[in-house]
């Protein structure tokens, strides 16, 4: 009675791991199931970038994002086509108008 026991025992056993391995292969060519946790990409990091100054509104912006023009032989940036054209207009922060630290022409 005790060998019959240990028989079915041990035919479980072996039903359990063949049962595993099975679906262990079965996941490797299928779709995951809804609500089974999706590997994520990683978030991507963004390189650190030199911020340069537009001297008319005083706005940091990207130098990649910049506007350049050359002024009295050196090349300066803009954070707009509004700041670069009072630069090239020779419109002086002085006898702008105050446009508060932010131009709010953006083109």
Do not use: N
């Not at 079965?26 to 030199?50: C, I, L, N, Q």
């Amino acid at each position: 009675m005790i060998r019959g026991l240990l028989l079915i025992v041990q035919a479980l056993l072996w039903l359990l791991l063949l049962r595993f391995v099975l679906r262990t292969i079965a996941s490797a060519f299928t779709k995951p199931r809804m609500g089974a946790a999706v590997p994520r990409e990683p978030p991507r990091v963004r390189a650190a970038e030199d911020l340069v100054l537009d001297r008319i509104c005083h706005t940091y912006v990207p130098r990649s994002g910049a506007i350049t023009a050359r002024i009295s032989g050196r090349e300066e940036p803009f954070c707009s086509a509004a700041c670069r054209d009072q630069a090239l207009a020779g419109v002086s922060r002085a006898t702008s108008p105050r446009l508060g630290g932010a131009c709010t022409q953006k083109g």
